[in-house]
Structure formats: structure tokens, C-alpha cells
């Protein structure tokens, strides 16, 4: 082959491939450039879009936040209000409750004398009721122990009394007192009524013995019981006070305590006594 035909087998062969793979000519070029642009640009609008509808959102949502915050502290406030109010109420009941318990208890003696007096304020105040029937059964209850008067004062009528015996009973056979007639004159014993706690008192003046021991001792007796020892000295007096709980029953007397010893009366000694409180029955058996 000759040179020029080389050249025109290269030319067709250049020719047959351009149709062969449609290599794309100068003007296509430009359609694809259009192409890519328009979406490009269809692109970047719909961004703008999106970040329109995000800072849209945001909006909302400090709106929504700010109003969720005003609705909480709005909340808090109703809150406070309500705590202060329940406060006031509680301290306002309280004082209520306090001010009837004490006219409550201001009024029980009419509450005793009439039943009707005070049901007002106790079915206002359920809290005191419990309290005021208590009040009211134990004032009945006391009410319904006869109240025992009893309260008795002896003296020795007799100047000088000598020659007594160990454990023998000091006679004080004037009762000047003797209410409810618990002391027996004839015995000088007293006889505790009922139960309860009693006060007895004696005073005793010593004599001048001639020959005998120069001291004088006594002591008050309680069933058998030795108790406050006097230890009396010539015309000098010695007293004692006994407070005791007794049974109904219990005998109380100044008894002497040295063989043939004496004592000084007319109005220089004396024994006394009174029931101080009385118990129920009750009590007594638990105090014995
Ligand atoms: C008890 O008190 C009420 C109210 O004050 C009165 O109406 C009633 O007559 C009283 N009853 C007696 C027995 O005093
Ligand atoms: C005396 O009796 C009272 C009332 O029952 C009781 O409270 C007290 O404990 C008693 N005291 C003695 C010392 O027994």
C-alpha cells in the first residue's frame, strides 16, 4: 500500500468509529451543561426551601418553649397560692380546735349539770368530743362515789397521865372534831371509812417521871405498823405528821413505846386526822 492510501484508511476508520460510539458532537455538549445546571438550580431552591421550613420550625418551637415556660411559672405561682392558702386554713383550724377545747373545757361543769350544754361545740369539733366524754365519765364517776367527809381532832382531858404499857394506846377521849365519826372516842383509834390517802397529826408533851426513864417515845400505829417515832423529853412536846394511803378498815393510833412512861394532856397534846383524797375501790386494791 502506497502512503495516501494509508491516510484514507485512517480518515474512514475515524468515520466508522464516530458512528459506531456517536461520540457526542459539540452540540450535544451544550444540552448536558443545561441539564446539569437547571437541576443545579432546582437543587439549591429546594435547599433554600429546607432551611426556610427549618428556621420556621425553630420559631415554633421557642414559641411553644416560651409558652410552656409562662404556663409552668403560671403553674408555680397557683402552687404557692394554694400552699399559703392551706397554710392559713390549718392555722385558722387550728385555732378553732384550740379555742373550743378550751371553752369545752371552760363549760364542763355545765356540761355535767346538763347534757345538752356544749353538744354544740363538741359536734363542731369531733377532735374534742373523745376528750370531753372522757372529761364526763370520770366527773360521773367521781360524782358517783358519795363524797366521804371525815376529819377528827382529840385532846387528853386528864393533866398527867402515868404507869402506860409497851405498845399501849395514848387516850385522847375528847373529840373536839369528829366528822363522819371515823374516831372512836372509847378506843382513841381511828377507823379509815373508805379508801383513800390520809393526813393524821399528833403532838405529844413529856412529863417528869420520878425515878423512871427521863424520856418518853411514842409512835403512831398503823394496823400493827410502827410509824414517826416521837422521842418526848420532860415538859418539852414532840410532833410528827403521817400521810399514808389506807383500805377502808385500816386502824391509825399514837401508841406509847417504853414501859410505864407518861404524858402531859389538857390541851398540851393532841391527835388529829382527815382524809386528804378518797379512792375507788379500784385504786385501793392496786395501792394495797
Ligand atoms: C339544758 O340546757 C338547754 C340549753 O341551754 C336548755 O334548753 C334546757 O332547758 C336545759 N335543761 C335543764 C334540765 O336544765
Ligand atoms: C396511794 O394511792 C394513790 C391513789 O391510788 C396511788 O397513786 C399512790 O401510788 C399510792 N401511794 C402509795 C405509797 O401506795
Redesign the pocket.
Same mark, same amino acid.
Given at each position: 500500500m502506497t502512503f495516501i492510501s494509508h491516510i484514507v484508511c485512517a480518515y474512514l476508520f475515524v468515520l466508522l468509529a464516530q458512528q459506531v460510539y456517536s461520540v457526542p458532537t459539540v452540540d450535544g455538549s451544550e444540552d448536558l451543561l443545561d441539564a446539569l445546571l437547571k437541576r443545579i438550580e432546582t437543587l439549591e431552591a429546594s435547599d433554600a426551601e429546607n432551611k426556610a421550613n427549618i428556621a420556621k420550625m425553630e420559631e415554633e418551637f421557642k414559641m411553644k418553649q416560651s409558652e410552656s415556660e409562662k404556663e409552668i411559672s403560671m403553674l408555680k405561682q397557683r402552687m404557692k397560692k394554694m400552699e399559703s392558702d392551706f397554710k392559713l386554713q390549718e392555722e385558722m383550724l387550728l385555732k378553732k380546735i384550740k379555742d373550743q377545747t378550751l371553752m369545752s373545757l371552760d363549760s364542763i361543769s355545765?356540761i355535767t %349539770?346538763? %347534757?345538752?350544754?356544749g353538744d354544740d361545740i363538741v359536734d363542731q369539733a369531733p377532735s374534742v368530743k373523745d376528750h370531753i366524754q372522757q372529761r364526763r365519765s370520770i366527773i360521773r364517776k367521781d360524782r358517783s362515789i358519795p363524797e366521804m367527809e371525815t376529819a377528827f381532832y382529840a385532846t387528853h382531858t386528864v393533866h398527867a397521865t402515868h404507869h402506860l404499857g409497851v405498845n399501849q394506846v395514848l387516850p385522847f377521849e375528847l373529840a373536839i372534831t369528829n366528822v363522819g365519826n371515823a374516831y372512836n372516842i372509847h378506843t382513841s383509834t381511828f377507823v379509815a371509812p373508805v379508801p383513800g390517802t390520809y393526813v393524821f397529826h399528833a403532838t405529844v408533851m413529856g412529863i417528869d417521871e420520878q425515878g423512871g426513864d427521863p424520856h418518853m417515845r411514842a409512835y403512831f400505829d398503823v394496823d400493827g405498823t410502827a410509824y414517826s417515832v416521837f422521842y418526848v423529853t420532860s415538859y418539852d412536846q414532840s410532833s410528827q405528821m403521817l400521810v399514808i394511803n389506807l383500805t377502808a378498815g385500816q386502824t391509825v393510833s399514837v401508841k406509847n413505846d417504853y414501859s410505864d412512861e407518861g404524858f402531859i394532856g389538857t390541851h398540851h397534846s393532841s391527835f388529829s386526822g382527815f382524809l386528804l383524797y378518797q379512792h375507788s375501790s379500784m385504786n385501793a386494791v392496786v395501792g394495797k
Open positions: 355545765d %349539770e346538763n %347534757e345538752s350544754v
